[in-house]
């Protein structure tokens, strides 16, 4: 499926999504909020997706919010916005219930949404040069595209809220040192070593992956006893899977396990 907004390609495992409006600066706009739900949708339900690499073209990584369409209606703004948020947020939750592990290479500018989006990612690399931020105060908005779980959940609360409410741009290295950016690495090696990652998770154990991604998902959420029999519910689900298997019997062969993502 061909998209207006998103360059989607899966080969080997890894699906590449790559915001692709670059003269735009890859903005959050109708068409990007639209179609992000609906590659949310043909990843989850594709079974030869085992990792997920996030990317952008052109200047920025992405403006975020399209300002000029807010501008185009604001006389009819609370409507449009809960019109749009129905496939941003959508798409937003479908990408956290992939089993798949998602990595982000983030190149010079991320601003608003998109921080929010990356910091929902798995692991996130950034090039030297990035910058991160939050506009969002600067213009009488508040978050969205789950910008105040994921936030929350790299930065600590207190850390995001100030994010947000200061309106704060952050560099690559401020970024990493506050929990949003878990690699910094060169402008001119950032897609190479985002990808060098993104393969290396796609020759993981997928269902595994999932099963943590949803229990530290629902980490700080749950009451701990909870928490606890989640974590044997699931580790006994993984107990039958054939990955499992071949992680065990690779380790008692004593050579590197082959994982099929079953």
């Not at 190479?192 to 700080?220: C, S, V």
Request: with cysteine; net charge neutral.
């Amino acid at each position: 499926m061909s998209y207006e907004s998103i360059e989607l390609q899966v080969e080997d495992g890894l699906a590449r999504v790559v915001l692709n409006q670059p003269d735009l600066g890859n903005p959050f706009n109708e068409a990007f909020c639209r179609e992000w739900a609906e590659v949310a949708n043909e990843l989850s339900d594709r079974n030869d997706v085992r990792a997920v690499l996030i990317s952008g073209k052109g200047k920025f990584f992405s403006v975020g919010g399209d300002i000029a369409m807010f501008a185009r209606n604001l006389d009819v703004l609370p409507a449009r916005i809960k019109q749009w948020t129905v496939g941003l947020h959508m798409g937003v939750a479908r990408f956290a219930r992939l089993d798949a592990p998602i990595v982000a290479a983030v190149h010079a500018t991320a601003m608003g949404g998109a921080v929010g989006m990356v910091a929902g990612c798995d692991l996130v690399y950034a090039a030297r040069s990035a910058s991160f931020g939050s506009a969002y105060s600067s213009i009488g908005y508040s978050v969205d595209a789950g910008s105040s779980f994921t936030l929350s959940s790299r930065m600590g609360l207190a850390r995001a809220r100030r994010f947000v409410l200061c309106a704060e741009m952050l560099k690559a290295e401020e970024a990493a040192a506050v929990g949003l950016v878990d690699f910094v690495v060169d402008d001119e090696t950032l897609l190479a070593e985002a990808e060098k990652m993104a393969r290396r998770l796609a020759q993981g154990p997928t269902r595994a992956y999932g099963e943590i991604r949803k229990l530290f998902g629902n980490a700080m959420a749950r009451p701990f006893e909870a928490q606890l029999e989640d974590e044997a519910q699931s580790l006994a689900r993984m107990g039958g899977t054939a990955d499992a298997r071949e992680g065990i019997m690779s380790f008692v062969e004593k050579r590197k396990p082959v994982f099929r993502g079953k």
